[in-house]
């Protein structure tokens, strides 16, 4: 097996995940949500399947660009790990409930969920469409909503399981721009995990929150096309200065947050939020 998929992963990125040898996930079962990327490149959803295959977890993908899925399975069988992928829009319920059972069907059993969907439309209440802010609602938080509803009975079967929700500071604090349907998602769903986190800790399933700030990803050129005149460089720019590290984080910033709460290594932690942005947060800007 090698450590580096293709040409899309850096020897640093290999020697990282030679470092984590403590958070293997051998025998267990993960169902990541928004596998895919959008472009060629590291998503965040793309980064956590890889990581988590790579540290032993078979992984059931799921994404509403089928194409997308199929890069990340191919990138996962390639270096010898075993993948599955489906199409799905999770903010259907039929289709959330076929994936779910398509994953037991297929492997058994789910461990770990990563609810990793989300999309970002500007305006404010007054600006903002009723069909946009239901639209946001849908993706940011009912997705996560729809997962643990099928997968929660399975982990209480199986004695227990780790769920971890992909938020956003933006759910936190005010990210620059007017998003309000995103950052009413990305907030409630924070909090949904920790309402439900203390509801099944007795079951043994722990669900917790990562909390991303601005990251590069292939989504920034989009982004850039939206709010910066298609003025990449300059947008990138102004993101970095944001950071008080100076410089955005990556996907597999947000993998590797995530592979600690998917393991037995975060075992006491549960209904927790981990901030993943450099310091953003915590700035009054």
Known sequence: MTSSPLNE???STSDRAAAVSPFRLDGKVALVTGCGSIAPGWGNGKAIA??????GARVFGVDRNPEAADVTRNLIVDEGYEAEVRACDVTDSAAVKQAVEDCIRRFGRIDILVNNVGQSVPGDPVTM????????????????????????????KQGGGSIVNIASVAG??????PQVGYASGKAALMQMSKVTAVTYAPKGIRLNSIA???MDTPLV???????????????????NAQVPMGHMGDAW????AAL???SDQSRYVTGSVIVVDGGMSSTTR
């Open 9 to 11: 992963a850096s020897s």
């Open 50 to 55: 890889v990581l988590l295959a790579r540290q």
């Open 260 to 262: 600690y709460l998917a």
């Open 212 to 214: 991303p700030g601005v």
């Open 129 to 156: 469409s009723e069909a946009d802010f239901d639209q946001q609602i849908a993706i940011n938080l009912k997705s996560a909503f729809l997962c643990c509803k099928y997968v929660i009975p399975h982990m209480e």
């Open 172 to 177: 936190m604090r005010y990210g620059g721009k």
């Open 221 to 239: 050129h989009r982004l850039a096309d939206k709010y910066a005149a298609s003025d990449y460089e300059g947008f990138v720019k102004t993101r």
């Open 253 to 256: 910033d947000v993998a590797y």
